[in-house]
């Protein structure tokens, strides 16, 4: 009797353990179950060992390539912690954790930033000696902390303006701009557009800080409404809407030894777009990518570093849809007058090899690979490995290239998305990866030998705790009848092909996304699961003018957001009106920003194939989305007033059918809420029902434990009017 008993109860727990995810767990859930992980490796230069942090967190430890799988401690946590008191004994450092952040600086150094109550520093720790070597003191307050490379100086913002501390403390204000409008340093420069990551660059020398001075005197003030106060408030922002005013951007150069501003000599019109900024390594010049507001004209442009004179124009890019610069320039190791350079210019993202005199010596790499992130340079800087795109932009693999003789070596094999790197000489890859049914696995490979050597193999981490849904791709082709789309698709759990289930399709669509990756849960959302184990069948699609296919995929769209995506979109909803398990007078549509966009597209121009939406900060008429993003993918209105007229949603809301929830964040510095609004009121007079929810303290995401309420609420909302 004992022994049926405790079967029974083991049953019991068994079952009871595989249940489905809670409203909670679709924002919490990635972390609660996360795969296990190599956290924060990396490779320890000169060496064959690699360095993580251990599974308690409070030790940095290391293992070896050569695969006796031993794993020694670095560094603890608590000599660390030691280490950091006596450097700074009227700081109150209580170190939680060993610092994630860690770099290793040299064979024998880590650097990491640690935080304390007054102050933000940057440490530099000796392994050997476990004693800290310097600590560079911030301000709690500052933000954009750039650091010269030897760390004897930090510049950082306050406000909008740049202050400057040197390791002996001693502060100094490179800009004291009170003028509203003008903005010094700042990452914020173009919207962060143009792969814009920083608002200021130190030359190798470590004397002189070039940074962006914006000044947006001249862009209209838009209020944003707080509602955190007894009178409500405004708090204006600088919002540039496409066919108005833009921001107008220099680069400043600022002497630490002498105090002297040089200005660079951009030139007319100044309403251009800064990026690509680059020291030489000389320290001689810099680099800098010249974008036309039209963003269809790029030159590379040369400037003094001692006058700010323009020197030449290395070379100019030109096409008919858009020019996007998203890369700094790459400067050889072992030769300072070449350079890589990331262009899409032939159709997909390559890099090409040119000297400072603006001659390419040539093109890099496959002709249809794209090249999404680089790595490091070998030893001799005669080869460098980077993170390619393959298998129809669901995968990502790392491979090495031989600049000297163009070869390209693919590194990595097993299907899926890799986050690999090699080590200092370039004889082992420790790789990371995942693909849709696999968590996780960490592995070491001989380049020479091949051999492979497994560190991580993640279970399930779903197994015992929760009962995850049934997960596939499925290949479409777009409407143009010549490109191959990746789906996927979510089935409820204890599926029956013999039923019929509601749908929430689910959508971005716009550029720079990507929503089905080769990954873990093939790059599903947790809420995704979680409506699939309501009893949805959850879809998702890329479509043309999405990321990673390559240049004539992205530029499909263009001056016409919206149509290219919806035709393609069209194709994943045949396909799920093709299976018979769908119940087709019972599907909903889901999106956010972009994907906001497109829901309520369809519930205007498709109107008859959903009978619910959930719309989420929605762009509903482009001209007023802002200039950077919006002109480049639909020209200025002026230029183009039939695409804009097209794809306005407000002067179309007669034609709107079906349930549609809006939901906005009241403090949406990214589309307005003046979007959503506007279509209100168009409904309005339209004689249109439309429901409208808003979260006043948020911006353009509901972040946080208001994220569940969110999730909540479009969970109901699509149970009340698909499920009854």
Same mark, same amino acid.
């Given at each position: 009797?004992?022994?049926?008993?405790?079967?029974?109860?083991?049953?019991?727990?068994?079952?009871?353990?595989?249940?489905?995810?809670?409203?909670?767990?679709?924002?919490?859930?990635?972390?609660?179950?996360?795969?296990?992980?190599?956290?924060?490796?990396?490779?320890?230069?000169?060496?064959?060992?690699?360095?993580?942090?251990?599974?308690?967190?409070?030790?940095?430890? +290391?293992?070896?390539?050569?695969? %006796?799988?031993?794993?020694?401690?670095?560094?603890?946590?608590?000599?660390?912690?030691?280490?950091?008191?006596?450097?700074?004994?009227?700081?109150?450092?209580?170190? +939680?954790?060993?610092?994630?952040? $860690?770099?290793?600086?040299?064979?024998?150094?880590?650097?990491?930033?640690?935080?304390?109550?007054?102050?933000?520093?940057? @440490?530099?720790?000796?392994?050997?000696?476990?004693?800290? *070597?310097?600590?560079?003191?911030?301000?709690?307050? =500052?933000?954009?902390?750039?650091?010269?490379?030897?760390?004897?100086?930090?510049?950082?913002?306050?406000?909008?303006?740049?202050?400057?501390?040197?390791?002996?403390?001693?502060?100094?204000?490179?800009?004291?701009?009170?003028?509203?409008?003008?903005?010094?340093?700042?990452?914020?420069?173009?919207?962060?557009?143009?792969?814009?990551?920083?608002?200021?660059?130190?030359?190798?020398?470590?004397?002189?800080?070039?940074?962006?001075?914006?000044?947006?005197?001249? *862009?209209?003030?838009?209020?944003? @409404?707080?509602?955190?106060?007894?009178?409500?408030?405004?708090?204006?922002?600088?919002?540039?809407?496409?066919?108005?005013?833009? &921001?107008?951007?220099?680069?400043?150069?600022?002497?630490?030894?002498?105090?002297?501003?040089?200005?660079?000599?951009?030139?007319?019109?100044?309403?251009?777009?800064?990026?690509? *900024?680059?020291?030489?390594?000389?320290?001689?010049?810099?680099?800098?990518?010249?974008?036309?507001?039209?963003?269809?004209?790029?030159?590379?442009?040369?400037?003094?570093?001692?006058?700010?004179?323009?020197?030449?124009?290395?070379?100019?890019?030109?096409?008919?849809?858009?020019?996007?610069?998203?890369?700094?320039?790459?400067?050889?190791?072992?030769?300072?007058?070449?350079?890589?350079?990331?262009?899409? /210019?032939?159709?997909?993202?390559?890099?090409?090899?040119?000297?400072?005199?603006?001659?390419?010596?040539?093109?890099?790499?496959?002709? %249809?690979?794209?090249?999404?992130?680089?790595?490091?340079?070998?030893?001799?800087?005669?080869?460098?490995? $980077?993170?390619?795109?393959?298998?129809?932009?669901?995968?990502?693999?790392?491979?090495?290239?031989?600049?000297?003789?163009?070869?390209?070596?693919?590194?990595?094999?097993? /299907?899926?998305?890799? %986050?690999?790197?090699?080590?200092?000489?370039?004889?082992?890859?420790?790789? +990371?990866?995942? %693909?849709?049914?696999?968590?996780?696995?960490?592995?070491?490979?001989?380049?020479?030998?091949?051999?492979?050597?497994?560190?991580?193999?993640?279970?399930?981490?779903?197994?015992?705790?929760?009962?995850?849904?049934?997960?596939?791709?499925?290949?479409?082709?777009?409407?143009?009848?010549?490109?191959?789309?990746?789906?996927?698709? @979510?089935?409820?759990?204890?599926?029956?092909?013999?039923?019929?289930?509601?749908?929430?399709? $689910?959508?971005?669509?716009?550029?720079?996304?990507?929503?089905?990756?080769?990954?873990?849960?093939?790059?599903?959302?947790?809420?995704?699961?979680?409506?699939?184990?309501?009893?949805?069948?959850?879809?998702?699609?890329?479509? /043309? =003018?999405?990321?990673?296919?390559?240049?004539?995929?992205?530029?499909?769209?263009?001056?016409?957001?919206?149509?290219?995506?919806?035709?393609?979109?069209?194709?994943?909803?045949?396909?799920?009106?093709?299976?018979?398990?769908?119940?087709?007078?019972?599907?909903?549509?889901?999106?956010?920003?972009?994907?906001?966009?497109?829901?309520?597209?369809?519930?205007?121009?498709?109107?008859?194939?959903?009978?619910?939406?959930?719309?989420?900060?929605?762009?509903?008429?482009?001209? $007023?989305?802002?200039?950077?993003?919006? &002109?480049?993918?639909?020209?200025?209105?002026?230029?183009?007033?039939?695409?804009?007229?097209?794809?306005?949603?407000?002067?179309?809301?007669?034609?709107?059918?079906?349930?549609?929830? @809006?939901?906005?964040?009241?403090?949406?510095?990214?589309?307005?809420?003046?979007?959503?609004?506007?279509?209100?009121?168009?409904?309005?007079?339209?004689?249109?029902?439309?429901?409208?929810?808003?979260?006043?303290?948020?911006?353009?995401?509901?972040?946080?434990?208001?994220?569940?309420?969110?999730?909540?609420?479009?969970?109901?909302?699509?149970?009340?009017?698909?499920?009854?």
């Amino acid at each position: 009797m004992k022994k049926l008993t405790l079967l029974l109860l083991l049953a019991s727990s068994m079952a009871y353990g595989q249940r489905n995810l809670n409203i909670e767990e679709t924002v919490f859930g990635p972390r609660t179950y996360a795969p296990t992980a190599l956290v924060s490796s990396n490779w320890i230069p000169n060496s064959n060992n690699f360095s993580y942090l251990d599974k308690s967190y409070q030790n940095l430890v +290391q293992k070896s390539a050569n695969g %006796n799988g031993t794993e020694t401690i670095i560094i603890s946590k608590d000599d660390l912690q030691s280490a950091l008191k006596a450097k700074l004994p009227t700081e109150q450092i209580n170190l +939680q954790t060993f610092p994630s952040d $860690y770099q290793w600086e040299d064979s024998n150094t880590i650097n990491f930033t640690l935080r304390t109550k007054l102050s933000l520093y940057h @440490i530099a720790y000796d392994v050997k000696n476990k004693q800290v *070597v310097h600590a560079l003191q911030s301000d709690q307050a =500052g933000s954009n902390q750039e650091y010269a490379a030897n760390y004897s100086k930090v510049a950082f913002l306050i406000g909008n303006n740049i202050n400057l501390k040197t390791a002996d403390g001693k502060l100094t204000a490179v800009t004291t701009d009170t003028t509203d409008g003008i903005v010094n340093g700042s990452d914020n420069t173009h919207r962060q557009e143009f792969g814009i990551k920083k608002g200021m660059w130190w030359n190798s020398q470590n004397d002189k800080l070039l940074y962006y001075r914006k000044d947006e005197t001249m *862009v209209s003030k838009y209020p944003l @409404i707080q509602w955190d106060t007894r009178v409500a408030s405004v708090k204006d922002i600088r919002y540039p809407m496409a066919g108005m005013k833009n &921001e107008e951007v220099t680069l400043v150069i600022y002497n630490t030894k002498t105090a002297e501003k040089v200005t660079l000599a951009i030139g007319e019109p100044r309403d251009h777009f800064l990026t690509a *900024v680059t020291w030489d390594p000389s320290g001689q010049s810099i680099y800098v990518g010249v974008l036309n507001r039209e963003q269809n004209h790029l030159k590379l442009n040369q400037y003094s570093a001692q006058d700010g004179r323009f020197i030449k124009t290395l070379f100019e890019e030109t096409a008919s849809t858009w020019v996007e610069p998203q890369n700094d320039l790459l400067f050889l190791p072992n030769n300072p007058k070449q350079f890589l350079y990331q262009s899409d /210019r032939e159709g997909f993202n390559q890099l090409y090899l040119y000297n400072t005199d603006g001659k390419l010596i040539k093109k890099l790499g496959h002709e %249809n690979l794209i090249v999404q992130q680089l790595g490091e340079f070998s030893p001799k800087g005669d080869k460098i490995s $980077y993170t390619g795109v393959t298998n129809d932009g669901l995968d990502r693999q790392l491979f090495e290239l031989d600049i000297k003789t163009g070869k390209t070596t693919q590194l990595t094999q097993d /299907r899926g998305t890799h %986050n690999a790197k090699l080590n200092s000489d370039g004889t082992y890859v420790l790789d +990371q990866y995942s %693909n849709l049914t696999t968590p996780n696995i960490v592995q070491v490979k001989g380049i020479k030998t091949g051999k492979v050597d497994q560190v991580i193999s993640s279970p399930n981490p779903f197994l015992g705790k929760v009962n995850p849904p049934k997960i596939e791709f499925v290949t479409l082709t777009s409407a143009d009848g010549a490109t191959p789309l990746t789906g996927r698709i @979510i089935y409820p759990n204890d599926f029956d092909p013999a039923k019929k289930y509601p749908v929430m399709y $689910y959508l971005y669509g716009g550029s720079h996304s990507q929503l089905v990756t080769n990954k873990w849960l093939g790059g599903a959302g947790y809420f995704d699961m979680y409506m699939a184990q309501q009893g949805y069948i959850v879809f998702t699609m890329d479509n /043309r =003018g999405t990321d990673a296919r390559g240049r004539a995929f992205a530029t499909a769209t263009h001056r016409q957001l919206g149509q290219a995506e919806m035709a393609d979109q069209m194709k994943g909803i045949e396909y799920l009106k093709s299976k018979s398990f769908v119940d087709q007078e019972k599907m909903g549509i889901f999106g956010w920003s972009f994907g906001g966009f497109m829901t309520t597209s369809f519930m205007i121009h498709h109107n008859d194939i959903f009978k619910a939406a959930v719309a989420g900060g929605p762009v509903m008429d482009w001209k $007023y989305y802002e200039i950077m993003y919006g &002109e480049r993918y639909m020209d200025m209105p002026q230029e183009n007033p039939e695409g804009y007229q097209l794809t306005s949603l407000i002067n179309k809301a007669d034609q709107l059918k079906g349930d549609l929830l @809006i939901i906005h964040g009241a403090q949406d510095p990214v589309v307005l809420q003046q979007h959503s609004m506007e279509f209100v009121e168009a409904c309005i007079k339209a004689g249109k029902q439309v429901d409208y929810f808003l979260y006043p303290t948020h911006e353009h995401n509901v972040s946080g434990k208001d994220r569940i309420h969110m999730y909540e609420k479009i969970a109901k909302y699509f149970d009340i009017h698909l499920k009854k």
